[in-house]
């Protein structure tokens, strides 16, 4: 699994495994999942992330903590992974 955030965007994707989405669909609001060709789970993209996460010292590195808040819209394309 990688996490990658565009600041451009304030987007941050999960990438669950390697593959293509090849459908996505909005399960909340500013939250996408990306399928395979088969259905399967490849990715979460979060739109507006920078304004519902905040990091958390969890004692060895900082991670994104994911929060319920926060005012997000829909992503507008599906991202690829390696």
């Given amino acids: 699994m990688r996490l990658a955030y565009y600041p451009e965007t304030g987007s941050l994707y999960i990438d669950l495994k390697s593959g293509v989405a090849a459908d996505s669909h909005e399960v909340a609001d500013g939250v996408i999942i990306g399928l395979d060709d088969k259905g399967r ?42």
């Fill in 41 to 82: 789970l490849v990715g979460i993209d979060i739109d507006g992330a920078a304004g519902s996460i905040r990091p958390v010292d969890s004692g060895h590195h900082r991670a994104p903590r994911i929060c319920s808040t926060g005012g997000a819209s829909p992503a507008s394309d599906a991202r690829e992974s390696d």
